[in-house]
């Protein structure tokens, strides 16, 4: 009887263990997705580190395309959130601080509550970082604090972020960033990617009145830290409309495969 009782506790101990190493093996994975991202997110750098003339010459002509179409003005918007005491300040701050952990913490938070939803949110949040390099590599743009008409709040307000003490010789994890890489905003684009996962996974009033707010206030701060222009940050919104598009091609094509490999074993 023992020894059946031995054996039966070695059995039921193997399936424990297998899960034990499915679990771990599963976060460092994860891990080393978000490796993969932070690298794609910073690659432009490297890939257009050669074109600050064309960068700058963008921006001037995004300026007068956003002026002829009567958006407004991204200096006039900063120049209003210079005038409260300490808002810049917190602007850069949370610029700096609040991208990459929360986009971190909605991954987890969907491998751990929502793990049969989360493989399909993870490569959107790819494919956006994808897509979004791509923009980066063809389109380089300089942001509009590297400009005359307004203040490099990254340089003034340096001890406040990881990037340095000027935008041209940042120091820490600044020397990793692309400075030219405004188009599309990828801090817009993963802002409405953990609204979007949260929003239609919750029916909690405040968590969803969180993810609404928290891509508003996003725009907003790469406005006032003149981090980025308005059409950006549209463009990050268009960036992520298509990678979700693409998400549910591949999702329809998939599931169509399966159907018809179904379809063909059926005797």
């Known amino acids: 009887m023992a020894q059946m009782t ?5 059995q039921q101990s193997l399936p424990e263990l297998d899960r034990h190493h499915s679990g771990i093996w599963r976060i460092v994975r994860e891990i080393a997705l978000l490796a993969v991202l932070f ?16 960068a700058y010459r963008h921006a001037e002509k995004l300026i007068r395309w956003e002026a002829w179409l009567g958006l407004p003005s991204e200096a006039t918007i900063q ?32 491998m751990i509550r929502r793990p049969g939803d989360y493989g399909k949110a993870r490569w959107a949040l790819a494919s956006l970082t ?56 990828l801090h817009v684009g993963w802002a409405l990617w953990c609204g979007w996962q949260v929003l239609s996974r919750t029916r909690r009033r405040s968590v969803r009145f969180a993810a609404v707010t928290y891509p508003v206030v996003i725009v907003l701060v790469v406005l006032a830290t003149a981090n980025h222009y308005l ?22 094509v998939f599931r169509y495969a399966d159907t018809a490999d179904a379809s063909g074993r059926r005797p």
Not at 85 to 110: E, K, Q, R
């Open 6 to 10: 031995l054996e039966r506790v070695g």
């Open 39 to 54: 690298g794609a997110y910073n690659l432009g750098r490297f890939l257009s580190a050669d074109h600050a003339g064309s």
């Open 79 to 110: 120049h209003h959130a210079l005038r409260i005491d300490g808002l810049a300040d917190a602007a850069n701050v949370f610029y700096a601080s609040v991208h990459f952990p929360l986009t971190a913490a909605v991954l987890l938070w969907l």
């Open 130 to 185: 994808g897509l979004a390099l791509i923009g980066h590599m063809f389109f380089p743009l300089a942001p509009p604090r590297l400009l005359p008409a307004f203040v490099d709040t990254m340089a003034r307000y340096a001890n406040y972020g990881w990037w340095g003490d000027a935008a041209s010789a940042p120091r820490g994890l600044g020397a990793w960033t692309n400075q030219c890489a405004a188009m599309p905003s």
């Open 231 to 252: 059409a950006d940050a549209v463009a990050g919104l268009v960036v992520l409309l298509v990678a979700a598009g693409l998400q549910r091609l591949a999702g329809a």
